[in-house]
């Protein structure tokens, strides 16, 4: 690799694998971040479905902070096919990340029949797996929902064998973990499934890689979970096509626990606790004074009984359009919120100001309220105010609920860069 690890950045939404990795600004900035080592964002994508440009508000903030021109505002799969076809250049990489969503990833062809995987159109996997194809870029960081390992219901892990299989055909060597932010000190309880790879690199022995010597064991360490301590073994083939067809097939649970290592096809997977003692942050910890918090975010006394009704647990006969009656439950949500732990998931309908399961709402001076947009940029661990360019509160919640915890790829970067430097 060169001087500095460049990185190419996909799905970029607001920026938070490049704050996270590159770093932002100067000391003494307003939205100073540490950089993890020596990386540089050299390209970006970032583009939301259906094209509208009122739907690029991502994009946009993400420009307002990186520069103009940081980040290509359009459809993956037609820019990587203008690549193929010599009427555009990506810039030589060394890092590819992204946080890509959970789909159904399967595969329309077999090898025999295609020159290379080709999956179904629109599912965004295809689309890192073509560039991945170009480049083979020497490291790559994903992100995504941890359902991944246990999709689709029909064949529990398909999904996420198909990825190791496609990294496999291509030289990879794998790991990934399942890290719940606030188990390692972060002010919210956010579970997403990272995904290390590395091309050509030999990486010795599965269980030690699993356990300690990997890059996720020594970012997140772990141990393992007191009731299920028992490492599981298999092994992934070269055609996801192949695997498609059969991984998983019959089996009531996953293959793959929360955390394991594929070494050239052969697969170690283990469910494992977190493993730290460090300092904790909470909800409370990222809230605004009162005063600063704008009218609209209290909650009127009059709409109380929605919320309690809403938050509340309840077991009632409902009925279907079609006549069809049936009993819903459902558990009770913490209402107001505790302020001592660390928040719940943050969604992307945090925002607005009607009633809501779903949306976190604090007690402040003996009143209840939402949470301002400035507190889900600090509960992401993005800078205080990162979003506030002109979007709206709906517009910076929905931002929120797709980002991932900066400091996430920011612990997986330090690691890196120390690998780096000591080769």
């Given at each position: 690799?060169?001087?500095?690890?460049?990185?190419?950045?996909?799905?970029?939404?607001?920026?938070?694998?490049?704050?996270?990795?590159?770093?932002?600004?100067?000391?003494?900035?307003?939205?100073?971040?540490?950089?993890?080592?020596?990386?540089?964002?050299?390209?970006?994508?970032?583009?939301?479905?259906?094209?509208?440009?009122?739907?690029?508000?991502?994009?946009?903030?993400?420009?307002?902070?990186?520069?103009?021109?940081?980040?290509?505002?359009?459809?993956?799969?037609?820019?990587?096919?203008?690549?193929?076809?010599?009427?555009?250049?990506?810039?030589?990489?060394?890092?590819?990340?992204?946080?890509?969503?959970?789909?159904?990833?399967?595969?329309?062809?077999?090898?025999?029949?295609?020159?290379?995987?080709?999956?179904?159109?629109g599912v965004l996997w295809w689309s890192i797996n073509h560039l991945l194809e170009m480049r083979l870029p020497k490291i790559v960081l994903l992100e995504n929902v941890d359902r991944l390992l246990k999709s689709p219901a029909s064949q529990r892990g398909r999904?996420?064998?198909?990825?190791?299989?496609?990294?496999?055909?291509?030289?990879?060597?794998?790991?990934?973990?399942?890290?719940?932010?606030?188990?390692?000190?972060?002010?919210?309880?956010?579970?997403?499934?990272?995904?290390?790879?590395?091309?050509?690199?030999?990486?010795?022995?599965?269980?030690?890689?699993?356990?300690?010597?990997?890059?996720?064991?020594?970012?997140?360490?772990?141990?393992?979970?007191?009731?299920?301590?028992?490492?599981?073994?298999?092994?992934?083939?070269?055609?996801?096509?192949?695997?498609?067809?059969?991984?998983?097939?019959?089996?009531?649970?996953?293959?793959?626990?929360?955390?394991?290592?594929?070494?050239?096809?052969?697969?170690?997977?283990?469910?494992?606790?977190?493993?730290?003692?460090?300092?904790?942050?909470?909800?409370?910890?990222?809230?605004?004074?009162?005063?600063?918090?704008?009218?609209?975010?209290?909650?009127?006394?009059?709409?109380?009984?929605?919320?309690?009704?809403?938050?509340?647990?309840?077991?009632?006969?409902?009925?279907?359009?079609?006549?069809?009656?049936?009993?819903?439950?459902?558990?009770?949500?913490?209402?107001?919120?505790?302020?001592?732990?660390?928040?719940?998931?943050?969604?992307?309908?945090?925002?607005?100001?009607?009633?809501?399961?779903?949306?976190?709402?604090?007690?402040?001076?003996?009143?209840?309220?939402?949470?301002?947009?400035?507190?889900?940029?600090?509960?992401?661990?993005?800078?205080?105010?990162?979003?506030?360019?002109?979007?709206?509160?709906?517009?910076?919640?929905?931002?929120?609920?797709?980002?991932?915890?900066?400091?996430?790829?920011?612990?997986?970067?330090?690691?890196?860069?120390?690998?780096?430097?000591?080769?």
């Open positions: 690799m060169a001087a500095e690890i460049r990185i190419a950045e996909l799905f970029a939404g607001v920026g938070g694998f490049r704050l996270g990795l590159d770093g932002y600004g100067k000391p003494g900035d307003d939205f100073y971040m540490e950089p993890a080592g020596p990386f540089h964002t050299i390209w970006a994508n970032q583009w939301e479905p259906m094209g509208q440009e009122s739907k690029q508000f991502a994009w946009r903030c993400y420009e307002q902070h990186f520069g103009k021109g940081s980040c290509v505002n359009e459809d993956i799969a037609k820019v990587l096919d203008e690549v193929d076809a010599g009427e555009r250049a990506i810039p030589d990489f060394d890092m590819l990340v992204g946080g890509f969503p959970c789909q159904d990833y399967s595969v329309a062809k077999p090898l025999a029949l295609a020159a290379g995987i080709e999956g179904r159109k999904d996420f064998a198909i990825i190791l299989s496609c990294l496999n055909r291509l030289g990879y060597n794998v790991e990934w973990h399942v890290v719940n932010a606030a188990e390692y000190g972060m002010p919210q309880r956010r579970r997403r499934v990272y995904i290390y790879a590395e091309h050509n690199s030999e990486w010795g022995n599965l269980e030690e890689r699993l356990l300690s010597t990997g890059v996720m064991a020594r970012a997140f360490p772990i141990r393992p979970n007191e009731k299920d301590k028992g490492l599981v073994y298999f092994s992934i083939g070269n055609d996801p096509y192949e695997v498609t067809q059969t991984f998983g097939k019959g089996h009531k649970v996953s293959l793959f626990r929360n955390t394991g290592v594929m070494i050239n096809g052969q697969v170690v997977t283990m469910k494992a606790d977190a493993e730290y003692a460090g300092n904790h942050m909470t909800l409370g910890d990222v809230l605004v004074p009162a005063s600063d918090v704008p009218e609209q975010f209290w909650i009127d006394e009059t709409k109380i009984p929605s919320w309690t009704y809403l938050k509340g647990g309840k077991k009632e006969e409902r009925t279907t359009s079609a006549g069809y009656t049936y009993t819903y439950s459902e558990g009770p949500v913490a209402f107001p919120d505790p302020l001592t732990s660390p928040s719940r998931t943050i969604l992307t309908g945090e925002g607005g100001a009607g009633a809501s399961r779903t949306k976190h709402v604090v007690e402040q001076d003996g009143r209840l309220r939402r949470l301002v947009p400035d507190e889900l940029d600090q509960l992401q661990m993005f800078p205080k105010g990162w979003t506030d360019t002109g979007m709206s509160d709906g517009r910076r919640a929905f931002c929120m609920g797709n980002a991932l915890v900066t400091e996430i790829p920011h612990r997986i970067g330090e690691v890196i860069a120390h690998d780096y430097q000591a080769q």
